[in-house]
């Protein structure tokens, strides 16, 4: 079984990860208060409880899930020999003027996916994804179906699962997990209306691959929504 940081120790990886915040994204920078609130509940977590973030705001006063995907995808290039897709662009440059505009991404969070709240959230791994390992769960089914089963899935909790947690990235090196799949994220690569396909966090050729699978394909052994 996978040890996971225990509640206090993922305390501590983001005050680290809110250093390397205020040199990359100074606006972004997680105020004091938010960890003073935080740490006085850590008592109450087991290890079982992932500690996450929601950044910026959707305008309806929930985090915004794109933001806080963003920052964490630019942390992970930035420290792992990466291969990232272009499609993995949550705030594209304006499209070159000989292309089509149809290259530019299109991403949004998938029909029913819970909101995401602003600071500090925590979300439970599932008992047997506890046990065996994240994914275990739902091992044999695709992002689509795992979908139905919740509306907490993979968004941008798992750019950051990975920047907390990283003997996860190991694994992806060495080929024990195959992907993990942020099913909570639907893209449209080509911009059409058919929002058929979610992000991914695989390796390739020796580096870290962030990139996109049909919603509709079964990955075996990837690692899916976990979250109670």
């Known amino acids: 079984m996978q040890k996971y940081l225990s509640p206090r120790a993922q305390y501590e990886r983001w005050k680290e990860l809110n250093e390397w915040l205020k040199k990359a994204f100074p606006k972004e920078v997680i105020p004091d208060t938010a960890f003073k609130e935080v740490e006085g509940k850590l008592a109450g977590l087991t290890e079982k409880d992932r500690l996450f973030f929601g950044f910026g705001d959707d305008g309806q006063g929930n985090a915004d899930p794109f933001l806080s995907g963003h920052l964490f995808v630019n942390y992970l290039t930035q420290t792992y020999p990466s291969e990232k897709w272009r499609f993995v662009d949550f705030y594209p ?98 911009g059409t209306t058919d929002f058929s396909s979610t992000f991914l966090l695989g390796c390739s050729r020796g580096k870290l691959e962030l990139g996109i699978t049909n919603s509709r394909d079964n990955i075996p052994k990837y690692a899916p929504s976990h979250f109670a």
């Open 93 to 190: 440059s304006p499209p070159d003027p000989m292309r089509f505009d149809f290259y530019r991404p299109k991403i949004k969070m998938r029909d029913n996916a819970a909101v995401r709240p602003k600071g500090f959230y925590v979300k439970t791994i599932l008992d047997k994804d506890y046990e065996g390992g994240i994914g275990t769960t739902h091992q044999a089914l695709s992002p689509l179906d795992v979908r139905k089963l919740s509306a907490w899935g993979w968004g941008p909790e798992g750019y950051q699962f990975l920047a907390l947690e990283a003997p996860y990235v190991k694994l992806l090196f060495a080929g024990q997990v195959p992907a993990f799949v942020l099913g909570d994220y639907a893209v449209s690569p080509y």
